[in-house]
């Protein structure tokens, strides 16, 4: 799991260096989404996970944007800063999806790797075999 999500993380990079910062989020996501499926992915883009409380399906649906081979998803972002509430969010779709990894990736800046990738895990990250 971890080498995909460094093969991501290196889809993004290559994204960030065709493109550049300052673009919306919605290009970088139709950008990555290409550029995951042109290395050999399964790539579901605004992945829809059901909203469920105590059990109830409350029929509304949540999108995530990315969810690559069924494991991690990212979640793309555009923005000044990462704030915390970002971090928030992905943590609640990674337990809503039941998915062990994320990555939080904001193209907002000069370096990705630098000042842009927060990588998350949930419990279920610890409990695959090694």
């Known amino acids: 799991m971890n080498d995909i999500a ?53 029929g509304f649906n949540l999108k995530m944007d990315i969810v690559v081979e069924d494991l991690i998803v990212v979640e793309l972002k555009s923005v000044e800063s990462i704030l915390p509430v970002f971090k928030a969010q992905l943590l609640t779709y990674l337990k809503l999806a039941n998915k062990p990894k994320g990555l939080l990736i904001n193209f907002n800046n000069e370096n990705i790797t630098k000042d842009g990738l927060v990588p998350l895990v949930t419990k279920a990250f610890s409990n695959l075999p090694k």
């Open 6 to 58: 460094y093969e991501i993380v290196g889809c993004a990079i290559e994204v960030h260096k065709e493109l550049g910062p300052g673009l919306l989020e919605s290009i970088y996501e139709k950008c990555l989404v290409e550029e995951l499926l042109a290395q050999g992915f399964k790539v579901e883009s605004q992945s829809s996970v059901p909203l469920t409380y105590k059990g109830k399906d409350l």
